[in-house]
Nanobody, 122 residues
Framework: QVQLVESGGGLVQAGGSLRLSCVAS???????MGWFRQAPGKEREFVTY????????YYADSVKGRFTVSRDNAKNTVYLQMNSLKPEDTAVYYC????????????????WGQGTQVTVSS
């Protein structure tokens, strides 16, 4: 089973930047990696998806132009560069491995990291 570990979260002022990392190990058969986030009292929402095979990336409208997903195959690591952060970006961010189905649905992912907290102050 694939193991996922996120890191890089923290406290940042509005307008600042953070870079999250997700290291994958011990798994095979997934087609891409996604990032989701969940704020207190809200459902987990799709942020971005990186397709391993063809390199296509997809973003939620709320983060387009501000967030960028990338990967380093040699390190089995996916990165989420977050710029121009807003207080509404505050959430626990999770990476997840995708195997099938719609990439914007949590049900299409079969392994999740423990999450990393991102807090954006105003």
């Amino acid at each position: 089973q694939v193991q996922l570990v996120e890191s890089g979260g923290g406290l940042v002022q509005a307008g600042g930047s953070l870079r999250l990392s997700c290291v994958a190990s011990g798994g095979i058969g997934y087609t891409g990696m996604g990032w989701f986030r969940q704020a207190p009292g809200k459902e987990r929402e799709f942020v971005t998806y990186d397709h391993w095979i063809d390199g296509r990336t997809y973003y939620a409208d709320s983060v387009k132009g501000r967030f960028t997903v990338s990967r380093d195959n040699a390190k089995n690591t996916v990165y989420l560069q977050m710029n121009s952060l807003k207080p509404e970006d505050t959430a626990v961010y999770y990476c997840a491995s995708h195997r099938y189905g719609n990439y914007w649905h949590t049900s299409s992912y079969d392994a999740w990291g423990q999450g990393t907290q991102v807090t954006v102050s105003s």
